[in-house]
């Protein structure tokens, strides 16, 4: 096996005080801008307004206020519960009192105005220190991984890949404007040829591995949307880890195509919340970074190599894999020194120097 280079990195305490926070630093005041729609086709038919029309523009414009401050909670603390609570009920109901500014613009689509958009500006500074004082916590822009999502449409039979050149034009399927709204990064592959379904992976995963590894992605959520006769569809999806195993899965039936996928991406982004909250309050854990890896057979022979010095290792998760380099997250029981020393001797690997905070 050849030799890796590695650095070992950052106790836990670092994560947990950059996992969340309402600071600037890691809540950036883009995210408190929402775009939505603002369409309404007595809006838009040339006729000079009414006192009728004005009413209907009043309503539109508070209905997406309110529906901008339920994405922007979604999106700065990725709870969904919050906004069912009475804190987030009130900032939904009282949205215009949080709104800087706002601009209605034209919605362009190869040059062409097919509509409008309305781009709703939050105070920034006022909901941060407001979130501050009744103790909601934000999950910070550089915690959230890049998600690779491969995903299929069954419809009479035929099954179609959705990858970014069908996406464009199979705009009933377009799933891409959600997770943008949650501020959750993902990348759809503009090949078709390597496809990862949504089904139980077998002992072999390494093929998810090398997937990720090839697309440079931590993630990967693959699912399934299958139209059935009596106008319901069915979405089945699985999230897998670096490591190829399966972080969670779901199936859901509903008559709306576009609710089962916002609930898809909703829960993925749960997800990764959970595992950054687990990330924050442990203890006794730290970051392996390996240099040079060429495949990755050589990630799975050191995660396991890594996993049989029990009870000093008591957890490996693989947590980071692009570009020739691999991120461990590694929980150990007793000595630091001790761990620190094995890693020194450890024959198979270069040891570069150790980091503490």
């Known amino acids: 096996m050849r030799s890796f280079h590695l650095l070992f990195i950052l106790l836990s305490l670092l994560v947990s005080q950059t996992a969340y926070s309402a600071s600037s630093d890691v809540m950036p005041d883009s995210f408190f801008t929402v775009v939505l729609p603002y369409d309404r086709p007595e809006m838009n038919d040339g006729k000079a307004l009414t006192s009728s029309t004005n009413a209907v523009h009043a309503n539109l414009l508070n209905k997406q206020m309110q529906e901008g401050m339920k994405i922007l909670l979604l999106r700065l603390t990725g709870r969904k519960q919050l906004l069912e609570s009475?804190?987030?009920?009130?900032?939904?109901?009282?949205?215009?009192?949080?709104?800087?500014?706002?601009?209605?613009?034209?919605?362009?689509?190869?040059?062409?105005?097919?509509?409008?958009?309305?781009?709703?500006?939050?105070?920034?500074?006022?909901?941060?220190?407001a979130f501050n004082k009744q103790h909601i916590k934000l999950w910070a822009a550089n915690q959230r991984p890049s998600t690779l999502v491969m995903g299929t449409y069954v419809q009479q039979g035929r099954l179609e890949k959705l990858n970014q050149e069908i996406l464009d034009y199979r705009i009933d399927v377009d799933f891409r404007e959600y997770p943008k709204l949650l501020g959750l990064p993902v990348f759809i592959p503009d090949e078709r040829g390597k496809w990862v379904f949504p089904v139980e992976p077998s002992l072999d995963r390494t093929k998810i591995q090398e997937i990720l590894l090839s697309q440079n992605q931590q993630n990967l959520l693959s699912f399934k949307l299958l139209a059935k006769s009596n106008g319901v569809y069915e979405l089945s999806w699985y999230l897998f880890s670096l490591n190829g195993s399966t972080l969670v899965k779901s199936t859901e039936e509903s008559r709306d195509r576009q609710k089962l996928l916002n609930n898809m991406f909703e829960a993925v982004m749960y997800q990764y919340l959970k595992k950054s909250a687990v990330q924050s309050t442990r203890k006794n854990h730290f970051y392996l970074n390996v240099n040079q890896v060429a495949f990755a057979d050589q990630i799975n022979d050191m995660e396991k190599e890594l996993k049989s010095q029990?009870?000093?290792?008591?957890?490996?998760?693989?947590?980071?894999?692009?570009?020739?380099?691999?991120?461990?997250?590694?929980?150990?029981?007793?000595?630091?020194?001790?761990?620190?020393?094995?890693?020194?001797?450890?024959?198979?690997?270069?040891?570069?120097?150790?980091?503490?905070?």
């Open 86 to 129: 009475k804190i987030g009920q009130n900032y939904i109901k009282q949205a215009k009192n949080w709104l800087g500014s706002y601009y209605i613009k034209p919605r362009m689509e190869d040059g062409v105005a097919i509509g409008k958009n309305i781009e709703l500006n939050f105070d920034a500074l006022r909901l941060k220190n």
């Open 310 to 357: 029990q009870p000093m290792i008591r957890k490996v998760n693989l947590v980071t894999l692009s570009a020739g380099k691999a991120q461990f997250d590694i929980e150990y029981q007793g000595s630091y020194d001790h761990v620190l020393n094995w890693l020194k001797n450890w024959p198979k690997v270069t040891f570069v120097g150790a980091l503490l905070n």
